[in-house]
């Protein structure tokens, strides 16, 4: 059973992987009407990433005998200048979303919360495959910069993503 101090933290992770989710369709709805198919198709991606995470989160509560409480989600960004700002945008986003995870699971260590330190584990691992895929990303754009070519290749690239559900439930 969730202590009612984990299960509000908890409750405000789903609500922060849901906005995330919105953000990232956002990204993908913008990509997609600045004609950049490979870029739109990452980011959607991204958001269907985002909302099996909120699931995950929704789920665990419910199996530890909480209750999920979903909350208006807040406004996000439409329009970003280029892709570069995006993916910093990207990153920027996935390095709080990383420090909302550790600030669980230190959470659940002062809670002795062991079942969810477990849970947690995954996501903390994710978050570190998010911003290194962000990352590299700004990299590569940063060294193709103005170059139309590298830009045309790198979606093209990025139009091959797929969509796979994590094992861990």
Do not use: C
């Not at 945008?89 to 477990?118: F, G, W």
Request: hydrophobic content about 40%; glycine content about 4%.
């Amino acid at each position: 059973m969730l202590s009612k101090k984990m299960e509000e933290a908890l409750n405000a992770q789903i609500n922060a992987e849901m906005w995330s989710a919105y953000l990232y369709l956002s990204m993908s709805a913008d990509f997609a009407s600045s004609g950049k198919p490979g870029f739109a198709n990452w980011m959607n991606i991204q958001f269907q990433e985002e909302q099996e995470h909120a699931l995950k989160f929704l789920n665990y509560v419910i199996s530890r005998g909480g209750k999920p409480v979903l909350k208006p989600i807040e406004a996000v960004k439409t329009s970003w200048s280029s892709p570069l700002e995006a993916f910093e945008d990207t990153l920027h986003h996935e390095q709080k979303v990383t420090s909302l995870i550790n600030e669980l699971y230190a959470l659940a260590t002062e809670e002795k919360d062991y079942a969810t330190q477990s849970m947690l584990k995954w996501f903390i691992d994710e978050q570190v495959e998010e911003e290194e895929t962000a990352q590299g990303i700004i990299d590569a754009l940063r060294m193709i910069s103005d170059n139309g070519f590298g830009l045309y290749t790198l979606d093209k690239e990025l139009a091959a993503r797929v969509y796979t559900p994590s094992t861990q439930e």
